[in-house]
C-alpha cells in the first residue's frame, strides 16, 4: 500500500523542469531587485527608493521574513493539498469521476455502503453549515448580517478541507482502501508532497512581492 501511495507522488520529468524554471526566474527577479534598489539609491540618495543592501533594508528582509509568509494562503495551500491527497488516493475521487456513484447498484457492496457513508457526512456538513449561516442571527454572520466579511469566508477553506478528508478516510477506510493508521498517515503525506513544488513558489513569489513594496 505504502509503495502505491508513494508512487502517485511522481510527476512528469517536464512538469518538474516547468516548476523549477519559474523559481530560478523568480530567485533572478529578486536578485536583479536587491541590485536595483542599492543602485537607485546610490544614484539618488533623496530618492523615496529603499535599498536591501541598507541597515534598514536588511533589517527588514531578515526580520519580516516569517510574518511575511504567515499569510492565509500558505495554510489554504497545506489544508487543500491535504484534502485533495486524502480524496484522491482513498479512491473516492476515481469512484464519481468514473460516473461509479450514479449507478450504485453495480458497484461492489463495500463500496457501495463507503459511499452512502461520505453521503450521509456531506448531508451533515451542508445542514450544519447552512443552520450556522442561513438563520437570523446565524452565528457565522458578521455584525450586519452580512457572510462577507466576516468568520464564514474567513473559515469556509479549513471547514472544506476538513470535510474531504474526513469523508476521503471515511470512504477509504469502509471500502477497504485504507487497512491501518499507517495508510491513513500515508495519504495524507502524498497530498503535502503533491502541493510543496506550489508551497515552494509561494515562499519565493511572496518575499519577491514584499521586496517589491518594502523598496517602492
Given at each position: 500500500m505504502k509503495n502505491e501511495l508513494l508512487s502517485k507522488v511522481k510527476r512528469p520529468k517536464q512538469w518538474k523542469n516547468i516548476i523549477g524554471r519559474l523559481i530560478f526566474i523568480l530567485i533572478i527577479i529578486q536578485m536583479i531587485l536587491i541590485l536595483l534598489s542599492w543602485l537607485l539609491t546610490a544614484a539618488d540618495p533623496d530618492s523615496p527608493v529603499r535599498s536591501l543592501l541598507s541597515s534598514e533594508g536588511i533589517r527588514w528582509f531578515i526580520g519580516k521574513n516569517i510574518e511575511n509568509l504567515c499569510q492565509p494562503l500558505l495554510v489554504w495551500l497545506l489544508l487543500l493539498?491535504?484534502?485533495w491527497g486524502v480524496v484522491k488516493v482513498s479512491g473516492l475521487s476515481?469512484?464519481?469521476?468514473?460516473?461509479?456513484?450514479?449507478?450504485?447498484?453495480?458497484?461492489?457492496y463495500r463500496k457501495r455502503?463507503?459511499?452512502?457513508?461520505?453521503?450521509?457526512?456531506f448531508s451533515l456538513v451542508l445542514v450544519v453549515m447552512l443552520l450556522l449561516t442561513v438563520?437570523?442571527?446565524?452565528?457565522?454572520?458578521?455584525i450586519t448580517g452580512c457572510l462577507y466579511p466576516g468568520p464564514f469566508f474567513s473559515g469556509i477553506i479549513p471547514v472544506i478541507s476538513f470535510s474531504f478528508v474526513g469523508m476521503?478516510?471515511?470512504y477509504g477506510c469502509v471500502s477497504g482502501r485504507f487497512l491501518n493508521f499507517s495508510d491513513i498517515f500515508d495519504c495524507i503525506t502524498v497530498?503535502?508532497?503533491?502541493v510543496s513544488p506550489l508551497i515552494i513558489i509561494y515562499i519565493v513569489a511572496t518575499q519577491l512581492y514584499y521586496s517589491f513594496l518594502f523598496v517602492f
Open positions: 493539498g491535504i484534502a476515481h469512484f464519481i469521476i468514473s460516473a461509479q456513484a450514479f449507478h450504485l447498484k453495480q458497484v461492489e455502503i463507503a459511499f452512502k457513508f461520505v453521503l450521509f457526512e438563520i437570523p442571527h446565524a452565528v457565522l454572520l458578521n476521503g478516510i471515511t497530498g503535502i508532497c503533491k
